[in-house]
């Protein structure tokens, strides 16, 4: 197992991610808690000292696995990170109930990292409110030793960690993003992280490979990758760009059988950044997938100067996309659950204004159309 220096810590570099945990007859809240332990037990065996769990992970579930297993060894030998549920509005009021609700579930006096969860178009008014009392309440509890790293993961836009960055940033001592080679563009991954440089906040990763997408390729991508490393595995190579990010120093993956787990355990033992040459062939591939399903939009702006209604329409596109290709999924509802009613692609009236000026010729109206049927908005 290789490892990253944080502040005093050896932090492995790969760490277990709870959030699919072996289930019973696929329903997500009944976790197999023997294949679990199991899991867990190996992994401790092999090096891996971080485990990351959150409140809601297996349907309010993870937590108290997680910590089950890892009661049989010394407190002080593995790294347990859990999260404030912010991503549920009506949570908002009860930090410190969820919180010591939290170390009861875990059988811990304290954890070593703690998260504002998935900071958000949604959230972040709610987050940065005074009244809640949030960042006071951890930022009280980090100097009484109960939270020894404070952090926040984010599914939001530049622009949402960049406000978040603003209020609390000084304090914040990582950050967990969605980062694969896919989201480097994709989502904008890349200016996050640039972003977060400039806070001299370093990186956690979650998703390195975009829930299984990248687990596997079209044949001709993944000839293309053997031809350049024939030993190396086709999910290897989502780790192998992660190691490939000076700033990154945790890749979480949650696994969900003990295959995957000595796999990717097999993966890092060693670190194989990749070279000029691989990583341009693997954002090749990246790009070819996206365009295969996403529309070509370059935000040139042209289509909002024509919309009688007003609508953003290249942000609008953008989350059609990300729903397009991931056939489904929370982040496109999510953020737009911060939007008024009339900015809604619903709100779309289909003139065809905007189809009329698009230099990519898309079809704009029926895009939106779509995006509001397939959301129901």
């Known amino acids: 197992m290789i490892y990253r220096e944080f ?13 699919r945990l072996p289930v019973i007859d696929g329903d997500d809240g009944k976790i197999d808690v023997r294949a679990a332990e199991q899991m867990v037990d190996y992994a401790m065996e092999q090096g891996i000292n971080y485990y990351d769990t959150a409140w809601g992970y297996h349907n309010g579930m993870s937590e108290t696995v997680i910590g089950n297993a890892l009661k049989k060894y010394p407190r002080d030998s593995f790294f347990l990170a859990t999260k404030f549920p912010g991503y549920d509005l009506s949570n908002m009021d ?45 930022m009280k509890q980090k100097r009484a030793g109960r939270i020894r790293h404070l952090g926040f993961s984010a599914h939001g836009s530049y622009d949402v960690i960049k406000r978040f960055l603003e209020a609390y940033g000084k304090d914040m001592e990582f950050c ?16 996050k992280v640039e972003l977060l440089a400039e806070y001299e906040i370093p990186v956690w990763v979650m998703e390195p490979l975009r829930g299984g997408k ?20 086709i999910p290897a190579w989502a780790f192998r760009f992660l190691q490939s990010v000076p700033s990154v120093k945790m890749i979480l993956s949650g696994m969900s059988n003990m295959e995957q787990l ?76 911060s939007y008024d009613k009339d900015k809604l692609p619903g709100a779309c009236i289909g003139c065809r204004s905007c189809d009329a000026v698009c230099p990519q010729q898309i079809k704009i109206s029926e895009a939106m159309a779509d995006f509001a049927a397939k959301l129901n908005m």
């Open 7 to 19: 502040q005093n810590l050896k932090l492995s570099a790969l760490g277990l991610g709870a959030m």
């Open 94 to 138: 009860k930090v410190e109930e969820i919180f010591e609700e939290q170390l009861k579930k875990c059988g811990v006096e304290y954890f070593d990292f703690y998260l504002f969860h998935n900071v958000c178009e949604m959230n972040i008014d709610a987050y940065l409110d005074e009244k809640y009392g949030i960042y006071e309440y951890l």
């Open 214 to 233: 990248l687990a596997a390729l079209a044949k001709e991508d993944e000839e293309a990758l053997k031809a350049l490393r024939p030993d190396e595995g």
């Open 262 to 337: 000595k796999d990717n355990i097999h993966t890092f033992e060693e670190d194989r950044p990749l070279t000029e040459k691989e990583l341009e062939t693997l954002l090749g591939i990246a790009d070819r997938m996206l365009k295969k399903k996403v529309l070509p939009c370059t935000a040139c702006h042209y289509c909002v100067s024509h919309c009688p209604q007003g609508l953003d329409i290249p942000e609008l596109l953008a989350l059609y996309n990300e729903h397009c290709f991931t056939e489904g999924g929370f982040i496109a509802p999510m953020a737009l659950a």
């Open 176 to 191: 967990q993003l969605q980062i694969n080679y896919l989201d480097w563009t994709f989502q904008g991954a890349r200016e």
